[in-house]
């Protein structure tokens, strides 16, 4: 009898999974995957935002240094992202100005969608604090920005059924702290005729525990006739957390539920692949779906992240129930049975729409730079050009390490392994000037792979301590430099007829995140630069090429 029983249920579960394995494959002939993996946008793309307008989705990261500011992204999936846009690309409002430190910059944006118009509201750290911007097109042009007297950051808006508009900021309005790291989030009501904040200010929690720290990242919503606030706390890196709390009135009281952190990996140790999981925000589907994105960061080799914080995807289900004492709340459980940010997972049931890819290579055909390209902060003069298929740079006097505008085009790392290749021509006229690719974390901590002088040079910035590596006399003419990383050491190849790889290694944690030595908040980026160290030049190097590929495929000899 148990014999025949434990028959039935191994033909039950195979039967079951070539059911689903059929489904599957009749799915995946037709080009639609049932999964997707996670993180949805990859390089640097933390503290993501999300609203739905129609049938598309659109999502915004911060930025910090960077310009353009506010990446803007666009989906009808949920899965395959665009970039569109960004929230700041007028040089002329100059948010980001030289003396920007590392990591300064633009915070932590909530996107939202009201009436026809779009809003995001950000805090411009080491400037003027908060403000929102406003467009038809989220694609842009976006508005002069408008400045709100508000203390702290991370702030985020929420219009009721009455159509009044609420602003949800971080900070504790007592000013006094019980415990380290106490914060939390406030609430007043914001005038969108007068543009100010108007009415009483009222603190809505200090977050879901009595020792609860850094509270932040605030975004309130009305689901099931219930307002629903979330929050992160914890701190960005491994005790990151998402927590809930519920209220029958939009002033509270806000009640933590009973399950919180709705969403943490801090549990999960220092070996799980995925960590440091927070910052949320949530949109449902017209399906009735709803869907959670967080930032959380990826080990590579080692246990370190290399990239940055990136944004992930995860499903999840609000449920309504009756407490212990016959009062009526909602439960937030996301991914359920997991209980985790997936890897790979079952995806939304929305219709399935990839977007064109950008491709490895640029060729600098076009008469603008593409949308992925960034500098390190705003570039208020025309110091580079686009002609002929080539990228034109003039050697300046900034560089890298200090808190200017260099001579610098770079875009996100998305990969722990990659191979990042520049075909230029440069004349080394003075000892000063040197051209090539860089790899930047921030000011104390990038690597540089330069023709300066005549020769092929490596030179490492670690802890702000400046070191040539190697160097190799190379030939007239145009060159290509490579900087490969095998998820572990950086090396490095030359090409100026015949591919030489330099006699040294780096190791990849000169970028990484630990102890957050590398810069903070901020993502690793690739890409181009020109210096005349410190000296006026009138040189420029032209790049005809520029490639990045992602993968286990460089292994080179000499």
């Known amino acids: 009898m148990i014999k025949s029983y434990t028959c039935f249920l191994r033909c039950l579960f195979f039967t079951v999974l070539i059911g689903s394995f059929l489904s599957s494959f009749s799915r995946q002939s037709d080009g639609v995957p049932d999964t997707y993996h996670n993180p949805i946008i990859r390089g640097m793309a933390p503290d993501p935002s999300i609203c739905r307008a129609g049938e598309y989705y659109y999502l915004v990261n911060s930025s910090f240094e960077w310009y353009p500011g506010l990446p803007i992204y666009k989906s009808k999936d949920l899965v395959n992202w665009e970039l569109i846009g960004h929230g700041f690309n007028n040089r002329d409002h100059n948010f980001i100005k030289p003396g920007t430190f590392d990591s300064g910059g633009l915070f932590a944006p909530t996107i939202r969608y009201h009436d026809g118009l779009f809003y995001i509201i950000n805090t411009h750290i080491g400037g003027k604090g908060n403000f929102y911007i406003t467009a038809t097109d989220p694609a842009g042009p976006w508005s002069e920005p408008v400045w709100i007297d508000a203390p702290g950051i991370d702030p985020s808006l929420f219009w009721d059924d009455d159509g009044k508009c609420y602003y949800i900021g971080n900070g504790n309005l007592s000013g006094v702290k019980q415990w380290y790291g106490q914060a939390g989030v406030w609430m007043q009501e914001l005038d969108l005729k007068s543009k100010k904040l108007i009415g009483k200010r009222k603190q809505l929690t200090f977050g879901h525990a009595t020792n609860a720290r850094w509270g932040e990242g605030p975004h309130l919503y009305k689901i099931k006739g219930k307002y629903v606030l979330l929050m992160s706390e914890g701190g960005t890196d491994i005790d990151h957390a998402v927590t809930c709390f519920v209220s029958d009135s939009i002033w509270g009281e806000y009640e933590p539920i009973q399950i919180n952190p709705i969403l943490t990996h801090r549990h999960l140790g220092t070996e799980y692949p995925v960590y440091a999981t927070g910052h949320a925000d949530i949109v449902q589907t017209p399906q009735g779906e709803w869907w959670m994105v967080a930032l959380g960061k990826r080990r590579g080799v080692g246990g370190e992240c290399y990239i940055g914080r990136e944004t992930f995807l995860a499903p999840l289900q609000i449920e309504e129930f009756t407490d212990v004492n016959g009062k009526e709340s909602l439960r937030f459980i996301v991914s359920p049975g997991e209980g985790r940010l997936p890897v790979v997972g079952k995806r939304p049931d929305l219709e399935w729409t990839p977007v064109r890819s950008a ?116 030939k007239p003419g145009p060159v290509s430099l490579s900087i490969v990383s095998d998820g572990k050491q950086l090396s490095f190849i030359v090409n100026d007829d015949t591919p030489y790889t330099m006699e040294c290694r780096i190791s990849l944690e000169i970028v990484s995140d630990k102890f957050q030595r590398s810069g903070g908040y901020g993502g690793t980026m690739v890409g181009m630069y020109a210096t005349s160290n410190g000296i006026y030049s009138t040189s420029i190097v032209e790049f005809d090429t520029f490639t990045l590929v992602y993968g286990d495929i460089f292994k080179t000899s000499n």
Request: proline fraction near 3%.
């Open 359 to 474: 491709g490895d290579t640029d060729s600098f055909d076009n008469d603008k730079l593409a949308l992925d390209w960034c500098f390190l902060r705003t570039p208020m003069t025309d110091w580079y050009s686009l002609s002929n298929g080539k990228l034109l740079m003039k050697l300046r006097s900034e560089v890298a390490s200090d808190f200017v505008n260099p001579s610098m085009i770079v875009k996100r790392v998305k990969e722990h392994k990659f191979k990042a290749s520049a075909l230029m021509s440069f004349t080394s006229h003075n000892p000063n000037e040197e051209a090539g690719v860089i790899l930047y974390r921030s000011s104390k901590y990038y690597v540089t792979f330069t023709v300066k002088n005549g020769c092929a040079v490596v030179t490492s910035y670690d802890g702000g301590a400046k070191r040539t590596l190697t160097e190799r006399q190379i």
